[in-house]
């Protein structure tokens, strides 16, 4: 049974839920749950499919993230190409190498996947 929060007798409340105010915003938010029930269920499967798609990828994601989350691996302060310091991300060229990553910031991350540098396997990286 819904309760309000509102400070009333419980009679109140109960001749309340009677009331078509009531009935309306009842229905209201049993739409709002089926909405949000849907788009769960609609990320759940979009993300699903993703993975399935590229198992390895993923994979590799999840393994060095949980060696980040242990503090066994830290994360680079600064990128590999500009030696920036600030947010950092991780760039797999491999992904059966889980934690052969390059530290890029996102300004040379974007390059790289534009192709506007590239990295060698020596890691040296290469301007186009």
Not at 50 to 65: F, G
Not at 96 to 113: E, F, G, M, T
């Amino acid at each position: 049974m819904f309760y309000t929060r509102a400070a009333k007798c419980k009679s109140c409340i109960l001749e309340y839920q009677k009331t078509e105010e009531f009935k309306v915003w009842a229905r209201i938010r049993d739409r709002a749950r089926q909405k949000n029930e849907k788009r769960r269920a609609y990320d759940r499967n979009r993300r699903q499919a993703k993975i399935d798609k590229e198992p390895e990828k993923y994979l590799a994601r999840w393994k060095l993230n949980k060696r980040l989350q242990r503090k066994n691996v830290f994360r680079p302060c600064e990128c590999s190409h500009c030696w920036i310091e600030g947010k950092i991300s991780l760039h797999h060229e491999d992904y059966s190498k889980w934690y052969d990553v390059i530290p890029l910031c996102y300004l040379c991350h974007s390059k790289h996947h534009n192709w506007e540098i590239v990295i060698d396997k020596t890691n040296n990286i290469i301007f186009n």
